[in-house]
Nanobody
Framework: EVQLQASGGGLVQAGGSLRLSCAVS????????IGWFRQAPGKEREGVSC????????HYPDSVKGRFTISSDTAKNTVYLQMNSLKPEDTAVYYC???????????????WGKGTLVTVSS
């Protein structure tokens, strides 16, 4: 059974940084995609990063490019989202998700963890 557990959210001032963690377990293949998504109140879910495990290729939307970085520690089965230069509009519940298809192959992913709330104060 694939399981993902996100953690690391909290309250931070604008301009600050946070690192989210996602513990991943249950994958029987080394070839999968891990993504981070967010959803703010009243807004649609937005993908903020994605990484293919096979080659480490990463993807970011313009809204976070240059500020957010996805990375992984395979020894710990953990994926991270380093968020720098945070803005109030980054406030959202952040989710990690995984799929056996590569990043961008389709909207959404098959496996989701519970979210972690990030609040950026102005």
């Amino acid at each position: 059974e694939v399981q993902l557990q996100a953690s690391g959210g909290g309250l931070v001032q604008a301009g600050g940084s946070l690192r989210l963690s996602c513990a991943v377990s249950g994958f029987t293949s080394d070839d999968y995609a891990i993504g981070w998504f967010r959803q703010a109140p009243g807004k649609e879910r937005e993908g903020v990063s994605c990484m293919n495990s096979s080659d480490g290729e990463t993807h970011y939307p313009d809204s976070v490019k240059g500020r957010f970085t996805i990375s992984s520690d395979t020894a710990k089965n953990t994926v991270y989202l380093q968020m720098n230069s945070l803005k109030p509009e980054d406030t959202a519940v952040y989710y990690c998700a995984a799929d056996f298809l590569p990043c961008g192959a389709r909207d959404g992913m098959d496996y989701w963890g519970k979210g972690t709330l990030v609040t950026v104060s102005s």
